[in-house]
Nanobody
Framework: QVQLVESGGGLVQPGGSLRLSCAAS????????VGWFRQGPGKEREFVAS????????YYADSLKGRFTISRDNAKKTVYLQMNNLKPEDTAVYSC??????????????WGQGTQVTVSK
């Protein structure tokens, strides 16, 4: 069993940066791949990024490459999402997940409650 709690969301101006954190609990966290997803207003859930069990392999939605960076610290049981040069279209609820690790939400077993990111002047 893994519990996930996101933090770090908030209001930021276009061009700004935020770093989201996802704190995990449970002894098996380090055996799962992790991912970040987002859901904007009136939109379907969208894959953002994923990282392998070790964190050595990472994958990104093509549209976000170069602006977003996923990382994990297994000793701290925490997953991060560094977001730079934010745009209004990045406004969404961002959720972290643990599971098989892919772009498909169905392959993740555990989800956090999400944190709101709003990009606006």
């Amino acid at each position: 069993q893994v519990q996930l709690v996101e933090s770090g969301g908030g209001l930021v101006q276009p061009g700004g940066s935020l770093r989201l954190s996802c704190a995990a609990s449970g002894p098996s966290f380090s055996t799962y791949a992790v991912g970040w997803f987002r859901q904007g207003p009136g939109k379907e859930r969208e894959f953002v990024a994923s990282a392998s069990v070790s964190g050595d392999s990472t994958y990104y939605a093509d549209s976000l490459k170069g602006r977003f960076t996923i990382s994990r610290d297994n000793a701290k049981k925490t997953v991060y999402l560094q977001m730079n040069n934010l745009k209004p279209e990045d406004t969404a609820v961002y959720s972290c997940a643990a599971g098989m690790g892919s772009s498909r939400p169905g392959e993740y077993d555990y989800w956090g409650q999400g944190t709101q990111v709003t990009v606006s002047k």
